[in-house]
């Protein structure tokens, strides 16, 4: 079975503060994903990587960055943390963008106060 | 339009029913299509992969319509423990360097006793 880890699963940081949030996956997949899901939003698209060191913009990037040196970690990081950016954030990898599912970490519940 | 809709719902059926959800997509490129179950506050599921031929899984069906654009989930003898979101995910030709993949809203299924 596909293990997605995230490194937390509640957080509460503080306005201003850099928020990492990390997420490993056991599978090699070469593509990795991180959403954020609000109520009445869905799931929005942050940032993916189709390889290491690669890296591409999904439909909510500002404020966002993230980070992957290795194939099978993937880090989020919130420059500076605002409100705004209270949500569940949802880690995920597959082996392929185009005909493979995505497999998902249990998430991160952040709060920034 | 939207790039995919799904009937928000909620749908609320009795134990035992048989109940049906559809996922309309805009892009006719679109190559793959699954369905995922989402439990409150937890992470999506894979449930199945939709395949041109239709496909069945125990209680679940899965069938995709190209000429009209749509996928459609059918669960029978609903339980209780089927109760949960259901967002289905299209991945696609997106026009830029990446195949794109588009979660749905998800639907709501409230199975009751």
């Known amino acids: 079975d596909v293990k997605v880890t995230q490194s937390s699963r509640y957080l509460v940081k503080r306005t201003g503060e850099k928020v990492f949030l990390e997420c490993v996956q056991d599978m090699d997949h070469e593509n990795m994903f991180w959403y954020r899901q609000d109520p009445g939003l869905g799931l929005r698209l942050i940032y993916f990587?189709?390889?290491?060191?690669?890296?591409e913009k999904g439909d909510i990037p500002e404020g966002y960055s993230v980070s992957r040196e290795k194939k099978e970690r993937f880090s989020l990081i919130l420059e500076s943390a605002s409100t705004n950016q209270t949500s569940m954030y949802l880690c995920?990898?597959?082996?392929?963008?185009?005909?493979?599912?995505?497999?998902f970490g249990d998430g991160t519940r952040l709060s920034i106060l | 339009r939207k790039e995919v809709e799904q009937d928000p719902g909620p749908f609320n059926v009795p134990e035992g029913a048989t109940v049906a959800f559809n996922c309309t997509y805009s892009?006719?490129?679109?190559?793959?299509f699954f369905w995922y179950r989402q439990d409150c506050r937890k992470e999506p599921k894979l449930l199945m992969s939709?395949?041109?031929s239709g496909n069945e899984d125990g209680r679940f069906t899965a069938q995709l319509n190209r000429a009209s654009q749509y996928i459609s989930l059918l669960i029978r003898d609903s339980k209780l423990s089927d109760s949960a979101t259901y967002l289905c995910?299209?991945?696609?030709?997106?026009?830029?360097?990446?195949?794109?993949?588009?979660f749905g809203p998800g639907t709501s299924l409230s199975v009751i006793p």
């Open positions: 995920a990898s597959s082996y392929s963008v185009s005909n493979q599912p995505q497999h």
């Open positions: 892009n006719s490129a679109s190559q793959s």
């Open positions: 939709v395949y041109s």
């Open positions: 990587s189709y390889d290491v060191k690669m890296k």
């Open positions: 995910v299209v991945n696609g030709r997106g026009g830029t360097s990446y195949d794109k993949v588009i």
